[in-house]
């Protein structure tokens, strides 16, 4: 299997336009979690999917951030209207169930809001 | 306020030198304790997950380990390819699950 997927490694955008980040996860898993990483505040969890189903999106710092994940093998992180505090690398992760079993992480996305 | 935190920030070692990394967790409530290891640029890659005072588990050179109120990753003998950011993760329920890293140990192992 090649891995948790994401897509794009690295995005630039300007403050106020709309950004999707991408996630396969690995075939099989039946979580997925999204998660946010930064200087400042390390590393945050964001929302995590059980069964393509969101458990908790308590990580989730306002409305203008909106997780879906519309079939086993695909999710997004949209991100709309984007602020320059957004900028951070976001990765997403699977599980074969929750947070029992061992998570594997993608790549991540270096978001850039400028 | 949930609070993880570790133990030194950064931590400079000469090959073989063994040491320990600690990660303070909230008390209560403890589900899970979690250590990964990142390289730059690169997501977390998972290492252990310890979830009763007393418990260990290890991997090569790596040995963690559970007490009631903190969680130790020894490692023995370091080499060079063990440089990276060792991050715990406390895992708590009660009003819901929660998930919250702390910033991390960066080490550095030197010839």
């Known amino acids: 299997d090649a891995g948790v997927i994401q897509s794009p490694r690295h995005e630039v955008t300007e403050m106020g336009q709309e950004v999707t980040l991408r996630c396969k996860p690995i075939s099989g898993h039946n979580s997925l979690f999204w998660y946010r990483q930064t200087m400042m505040r390390g590393l945050e969890l964001l929302i995590y999917?059980?069964?393509?189903?969101?458990?908790?999106d308590s990580g989730m710092p306002e409305d203008r951030f909106s997780a879906k994940m519309p079939n086993a093998s695909f999710s997004t992180l949209k991100i709309q209207p984007s602020e320059p505090r957004d900028s951070a690398v976001y990765f997403c992760a699977s599980s074969l169930q929750g947070l029992t079993t061992e998570a594997f992480f993608g790549q991540g996305t270096r978001l850039t809001v400028v | 306020e949930d609070q993880v935190t570790q133990s030194p920030e950064a931590l400079r070692l000469q090959e073989g030198e063994s040491s320990s990394l600690n990660c303070s967790y909230t008390?209560?409530?403890?589900?899970?304790l979690f250590w990964y290891r990142q390289d730059p640029g690169k997501g977390p890659e998972f290492l252990f997950t310890?979830?009763?005072a007393g418990e260990e588990k290890e991997k090569e050179r790596l040995k963690a380990t559970l007490t009631k109120k903190e969680s130790f990753l020894h490692i023995t003998a370091p080499k060079p390819e063990d440089s990276a950011t060792y991050l715990c993760?406390?895992?708590?329920?009660?009003?819901?699950?929660?998930?919250?890293f702390g910033t991390g140990t960066q080490l550095k192992v030197e010839l």
């Open positions: 008390v209560s409530g403890l589900r899970g």
């Open positions: 993760a406390e895992w708590i329920t009660g009003g819901g699950n929660k998930l919250t």
């Open positions: 310890l979830y009763s």
């Open positions: 999917f059980n069964n393509n189903v969101p458990i908790d």
